[in-house]
């Protein structure tokens, strides 16, 4: 009956992408029908519910910060924030060194909005554009682009799926990030020497685009500009409360809104709650955000949240956390912790839900909160990129119009497991 039931969620999700239809839809009948199964297996509803919404307390600190997200990343589109990092960026993309480049702005950006499809509307547009008119293989470019798209998804401050790991896992986000910065170095540096040796084979046409002209048209450009991101940075090395850290940040590009780039207070205000509509022909890049646009991400996790503690109590994930543990004493817990994690992108098509099924599906391997979450961040959040039928990947590849092939050149995406494995297989 658990395969049974497993199967049926699992054909939610795929209808649901297939289709085009929300997520969250998907995850609502799965609701249902774990529910079902429990009352099959004799729990009572009053169980059941009280078990499911055990997890949706702790949406209330993410939805929170996610809501402040979707205001900050409204404001910084309206403000020039984003404009003003590509501008001055976009002289870097010289085609030598195109590649290279291309990963660490993504990385940038995306480490600065915690957003992967954020970053990959915005800069890995850009990359993208430059790349063509250059004549580099799209394959290459959306690798780059993909993997610096999910270099900040992973380890910023103001990442919704970094926010759910510390959530779930009950760590504290600020050790987690520093787990990963130390995890990440090795992947990072060899990442970065195969695009310099991809682009340095690589045929180019020499030709160079500028999208200056363009950002002067509709913006105010100045440094200023770029304030509100360098409060986030700051305030994050001085470990200020993250919320406390958007609100300054909201606070300085509201401000920029009104004074440097002339909208009015009442505009900005709807920019914050509605989202940014941009003009014309950058509105491809950099319309987006708003509170109202986080609320479909509300939705996803709030479910995903009550899908732990009706496991628990149904006991369906029972069997699974059995063979869980017999294959890590063959490897290792966390390189058991990798197969469980390909398999629940896998199956979930969602990164949220992978993220909350691998913390479950290995808290007896790894038994330590803090190993656990970097064992999470260093898995699920970077393999549902490179899953081809993931809505992670999906949305990023169509975004920037890059072939499905791409996912081969997410260089540190699948370099961040495989060193990890092997660094731990070392130690042993």
Known sequence: MEIFALSLFCLALVTCIVFGQPLWIALGIGFCIFSIYGLRRGYNIREILGAGFSGILAVKNIA???????????????????????YYSAGALQPTVFLPVTFALCSIVSVLTGTSLGTAATMGVICMSVGNALGIDPMFLGGAILAGSFFGDRCSP???????????????IYDNI???????????????????????FARTNGVVLSVAEIFEKHYTLHWVTILPAVSILALTAFRVNIKITMLVSIAVSFALCVWLQKISVLDTAMISFFGFKAPGEISGMLSGGGVLGMMNMIFIVLITLTYPGIFKCTGILDKIHKRIEQISTMVSPFACTVLTAIATCALSCNQSLSIVLTNELSSKIIPDNNERALAIENTSVVIAAIVPWTVAFLIPIHTIGAPKTSAIFACYLWLLPIVEIIRKKRKR
Not at 158 to 171: K, P, R
Not at 184 to 194: K, R, T
């Open 158 to 172: 103001v990442s919704t799926s970094a926010l759910l790991v510390a959530e779930i896992t009950n760590t504290s």
């Open 178 to 200: 520093r787990g990963m910065i130390r995890t990440g170095m090795i992947p990072l540096a060899i990442s970065i020497c195969i695009y310099f040796c991809i682009g340095f």
């Open 64 to 86: 929170l910060v996610m809501l402040l997200i979707g205001a900050l990343t409204a404001l910084w589109r309206a403000s020039g924030t984003i404009a003003t990092i590509v």
